[in-house]
């Protein structure tokens, strides 16, 4: 095993280069926290993007932000908590995947496409990235996208790689968009008698127009392990909603939201609010730490309630984006497992990643789900890698 | 001129046994082959070139479109998709030796889903049509391009289309839930669904903004928002360009994000309230119309905000919309930008470059300068918010030389937006138009990058070839680059 760590966008490309001629594969990461998200990668060498780290260029009123893709995302936070701006998709630090305290980089962000409790509202990871300049797995550098927030010019790149898993190219330099961060946030939670009260309560409520911007549903076994007292306090299932912007606006949505719900709810102001969203995109706390297998599953957020009472998941699950995201966490981490959960997915529509598991299983199957024709998937791969050396089986065990 | 891809004499001297085996895949009253009436689908929204194809062929479903992309590919016929032929890029020029795929026909909103939150449509559907359909629910698709009437659901996807609200509500591509996509050999494909995030590779992601490079759009599933209880809009005149500028600019810095952030100057506030009488300041340098959504206190709030930093920047005057009769009224102005213009010069060319917004100043005196160069006058209106400039050239294609140097007026204008650090195209797409600049802001790598992913759909670039790529490189050779790229001057591994 060797780590390289380029310092350079040449020394990216002289690396690349070599493997490809080799015909060597390369282990991607960025500072290496999110190795547990997606199948081993069995590569002699890593290439490390840490040592292409720092801002580039960092302009609030034009609300783009240009980094180096191993560029700390504590960094990029700080630098925008100073203008108080934030990236509005709510990035997770990742302690599920298994990272401890590192919340990982920018660039490790943009390739996993991860978003947090406001993406309904505000969009994944994709929707904020801009630009880039990567290195292919040629060895050629080149960029697609743009540094301004508007752009159409050639394909859209950038949502190709975001998700990617370092699976198609290398990111060296990022552009990403950048907004005001809500002066306030308060959250109003329901205790309910079951899963289907919670999330009927969330389905109604995000058709009204108070702009929630995180709607949750915790059994109660799951709100039992919140760090939250209010969360805690009804000892029952809550259904959790979120209304941010400006004061004015949020305590009037409140009061609305309470009203149009008409049963007992109770109210988060800031620093409890925060706690508790928190938790939510970080999920790990939140859910039993015995599992074996952590899965993601979208789908229809309707179709939230059903699917999680067709899995027969008891209490060690929760669900976000309204219904739309859940959160499982299996005690069986076979790949006959693996199937049941897609296969119970195949007739309402969605699709499930594994987020954390026993090397075994990531090894069996294929971590991250596929919808589009492999044949075409494999073409679009060969397009930018076609020696197939960046990231070999990350997320799929075919390629 | 525009050079298009080597033309296929055998496809023309066949258009009559094309026409006969697409009247079998398909009703034969939807297979157009007669001279005369091909001449309707000869140009989209890029009225100066114009080509009647081949044959135009109006499928009815998704079948039939499949039906019609595998014949064409068994006997590679270049295919032009079309929807509602508003393209400001040419997207959608035909080709001589080409088959028009028109997707007017399939015009239905499939089913709508409130729990959800989305619908789900054919792509020949109106973009406003679908905000009308779900208009009585409180509900709207947000993509508000200008020509919302018209355009069709299927080609903004295709150009990734934007509008006047995109600065809070983000493009086409942000509101996207699902595809169906035929790809070229006649493959259906299905991408996404009423769910959220592609499962792998976004491939939904790039072909939004394909301009039909990629695979024919047959079924778009859009996200629906609710709307916002109250919307205002202000007007605010400034005595120049760069105060208006400044305005916006310190309005975001503020924290602010409005609905919409448009700005016109001078000439272009001249020519809309001619047309409109939407009671605009005819003394104004610039013009901003910013508008606020949300709560009644909120938008009153950020209002008085609005209208504070505003008056710090110099506004010589400004109105608040009391009703929302008046708030569309201040909209039906810039809305009606494009026609108005059209009425007060017999040609324009509308360009579309976005830049960082702090060279706002520069690129106008500039443009001003060039204005006088070419000896032809421009009107701008421009997405203030998110920099996405549109400048109206002025022209006569009656007087000879003027289209001409409406075009290299034009395309100063954008090689300067991407000198800035800004980009050619911020909505409209690159089509015919802007093809033969993008060097200006791509390499050759990147070019031949995105060139080998169009290869990975369409192989034999058969699918609106000619458009967006300024030189067609066979997808062989393309891969044959890879090739020499193999024989590299780094035996060793490196270390470091
Ligand atoms: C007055 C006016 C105002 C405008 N204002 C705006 C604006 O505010 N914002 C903005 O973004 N644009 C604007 N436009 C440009 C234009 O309306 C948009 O680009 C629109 O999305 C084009 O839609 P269409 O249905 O007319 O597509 P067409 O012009 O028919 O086609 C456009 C492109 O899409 C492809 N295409 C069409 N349908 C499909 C399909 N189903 N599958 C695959 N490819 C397809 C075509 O091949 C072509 O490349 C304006 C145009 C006009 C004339």
Redesign the pocket.
């Known amino acids: 095993m060797q780590r390289l760590q380029p310092e350079s966008i040449s020394e990216v490309v002289q690396t690349v280069r070599a493997h490809a001629e080799a015909r060597r594969p390369l282990a991607i990461e960025g500072s290496g926290g999110k190795s547990g998200l997606g199948r081993p990668v069995d590569a002699e060498t890593t290439l490390s993007l840490r040592g292409l780290s720092g801002i580039t260029s960092y302009q609030p009123d034009e609300l783009v932000l240009t980094a180096w893709s191993g560029t700390p995302m504590r960094e990029i936070w700080e630098a925008l908590a100073e203008k108080r701006q934030h990236l509005a998709f709510e990035p997770a630090a990742g302690m599920l995947f298994g990272s401890g305290n590192e919340a990982g980089t920018i660039g490790g962000v943009l390739a996993s496409n991860l978003s947090g409790p406001r993406r309904p509202s505000a969009g994944a990871a994709r929707d904020h990235f801009l630009g880039f300049s990567a290195v292919n797995g040629l060895g050629e550098e080149f960029k697609a996208g743009g540094k301004v927030v508007k752009n159409v010019t050639g394909y859209d790149l950038p949502k190709l790689l975001a998700g990617s898993m370092g699976t198609l190219a290398i990111m060296t330099e990022v552009t990403v968009k950048v907004l005001p961060a809500p002066e306030k946030q308060r959250t109003v939670i329901v205790p309910v008698p079951d899963v289907v009260t919670g999330h009927r309560c969330l389905i109604t409520q995000l058709q009204e127009a108070f702009e929630i911007d995180g709607a949750a549903f915790l059994p109660a076994a799951v709100a039992a392990r919140s760090g939250v007292d209010l969360v805690r306090a009804p000892g029952s299932a809550l259904a959790a909603m979120r209304l941010t912007g400006s004061p004015v606006s949020v305590a009037d949505r409140c009061a609305a939201l309470r009203a149009a719900l008409g049963m007992a709810t109770e109210e988060l102001h800031s620093a409890r609010s925060q706690a508790l969203w928190s938790e939510i995109n970080e999920v790990g706390s939140l859910l039993p730490a015995e599992t074996d297998a952590f899965w993601r599953l979208s789908v229809p957020p309707a179709s939230g309630a059903r699917i999680a009472d067709e899995l027969g998941e008891g209490e060690a699950w929760m669900m976000d984006w309204g219904g739309g995201r859940l959160w499982i966490a299996r005690r069986d981490a076979s790949a006959e497992d693996a199937t049941r959960l897609r296969q119970a997915l195949s007739a309402i529509g969605g699709h499930a990643t594994l987020v954390r598991g026993p090397e075994s299983l990531r090894r069996a199957i294929d971590a991250f789900p596929m919808e589009a024709p492999p044949a075409l998937l494999q073409r679009v791969k060969a397009s930018l890698d076609p020696h197939g050396i960046l990231n070999p089986g990350r997320m799929y065990r075919s390629w | 001129m525009l050079t298009m891809p080597a033309v296929d004499e055998g496809a023309i001297s066949a258009r009559e046994a094309i026409a006969a085996d697409l009247a079998r895949l398909v009703a034969p009253a939807s297979v157009i082959a007669a001279p005369a009436a091909l001449k309707a689908y000869e140009s ?2 890029l009225t100066a070139y114009r080509q009647p194809p081949l044959i135009a062929v109006l499928p009815a479903n998704t079948a039939e479109v499949a039906a019609v992309l595998r014949y064409c590919h068994a006997r590679k016929l270049k295919v ?9 890029s040419g ?2 020029l035909p080709l001589a030796d080409g088959v028009l795929l028109g ?1 007017g026909k399939l015009n239905r909103i499939l089913a709508v889903d409130y729990d959800n939150r989305c619908a789900v449509v054919q ?1 020949g559907v109106p973009n406003l049509a679908i905000s009308h359909a779900v208009a009585d629910r409180g509900f709207y698709y947000a993509p508000d ?3 919302q009437i ?3 659901i ?6 990734n ?4 609200h995109c600065l809070k509500y983000g493009l086409t591509t942000n509101n996207l839930l699902g595809l169906e996509v035929v790809l070229m050999d006649g493959a259906v494909m299905r991408l996404g669904g009423r769910h959220l995030d592609a499962a792998g590779y976004d491939l939904m992601g790039i072909l939004t903004g394909s ?2 490079l990629l ?4 079924e778009v599933t859009v996200r629906l928002l609710r709307r916002p209880p109250t919307a205002r809009a202000l007007l605010a005149a400034f005595a120049s360009n760069e105060a208006a500028g400044e305005a916006v600019a310190a309005i975001i810095a503020a924290g602010i994000i409005p609905a919409g952030m448009e700005m016109m100057d001078k000439p272009a506030v001249a020519a809309v309230e001619d047309f409109v009488h939407a009671g605009y300041p005819l003394d104004a340098e610039a013009l901003l119309i910013v508008e606020l959504d949300g709560t009644a206190a909120e938008v009153d709030e950020l209002m008085g905000r609005v209208q504070d930093i505003a008056q710090q920047k110099g506004a010589t005057s400004l109105r608040v919309s009391q009703s929302e009769q008046e708030r569309l009224v201040f909209w039906a102005g810039r809305k009606a930008a ?2 108005a213009v059209g009425r007060i010069s017999p040609d324009y060319y509308c360009m579309d470059g976005t830049i960082p917004r702090s060279k706002l100043p520069l690129v106008l005196t500039r443009m001003a300068e060039m204005s006088e160069r070419f000896g032809l006058k421009v009107a701008n209106v421009f997405h203030a918010g998110d920099g996405n400039l549109h400048p109206l050239i002025l022209y006569d294609a009656n007087k000879p030389g003027d289209l001409d140097r409406a075009e290299r007026f034009g395309s100063e204008i954008l090689k300067l937006c991407v000198e800035v650090g800004g980009v050619l195209t911020g ?3 690159v ?1 015919v138009e802007k093809r033969d600049l993008m060097p200006s802001m791509f390499s050759e790598i990147d070019l031949a990058q995105q060139m080998r992913l169009k290869c990975a759909f369409d192989p034999e670039q058969l699918l ?1 070839p000619g ?1 967006v790529f300024p030189t067609l490189r066979r997808c062989a050779e393309l891969g044959a680059m890879h090739v020499s790229g193999g024989k590299l001057p780094f035996p060793d591994l490196p270390r470091f």
């Open positions: 989209d929204g032009v998709p079309r929807g509602s032929g508003t393209s400001l997207g959608a997707l792509p391009p200008s020509s018209a355009c069709s299927g080609g903004n996807v295709a150009e289309s934007g509008g006047v301009e039909g695979g024919v759009v047959t494009f026609p909505e409209h797409g089509g609106n458009k």
